[in-house]
């Protein structure tokens, strides 16, 4: 298992981040995005990086959330008077789109280096960068717009158009 859910490192102009659960292909888990944030925040603040790329360590760039924890999360969440909150919902989520926007309001350039998987909340942290380049083996998508509509940081739809 990696130490770090993110890896950050340089190598003259180009600040690298990568997604660093290979064991899970990089399923966004605990401390992920605030790490993304906080990479990004590192390397808009290093006058020698010209360039941000963010990748995936292992076979995939992204796997989305991991869901492992979905099931005790949920049986948690019934147990609780009230259920379901919809408030901690959206703050939980808010600050995720929050860090994934780091990487659009980046001063620097970013590049996402997909490959293998890129579903999920992957798709978020790809479309959010200034450009991607996709390797033949990598698969976009966003399964869960069959059941809750656009993903949350709308990116799909500024990217591609409402026709697309």
Known sequence: MADSPIDYNTRGALAFITLNRPERLNAIGAGMTAGLR????KAN????VRVIILRGAGRA?????????????????QERTGGWDPVADY??????????????????????????????????MALCSD???M???????????????TPTTNMWVYRLGLEN
Not at 45 to 48: A, F, L, R, T
Not at 95 to 115: D, G, T, Y
């Open 45 to 48: 603040g290093d006058g020698d």
């Open 135 to 149: 390797a033949d083996d990598a698969r976009i998508g966003y399964p869960p717009a069959r059941i809750w509509g």
């Open 38 to 41: 906080d990479a990004v925040v």
């Open 91 to 124: 703050a939980f989520m808010s600050e995720n789109v929050r860090c994934f926007m780091s990487l659009w309001e980046s001063r620097k350039p970013v590049i996402a280096q997909v490959h293998g998987w890129c579903v999920g909340g992957g798709t978020d």
């Open 61 to 77: 760039f992204c796997a989305g959330y991991d869901l492992q924890g979905a099931p005790q999360a949920e049986a948690n969440a």
């Open 131 to 133: 450009l991607i380049f």
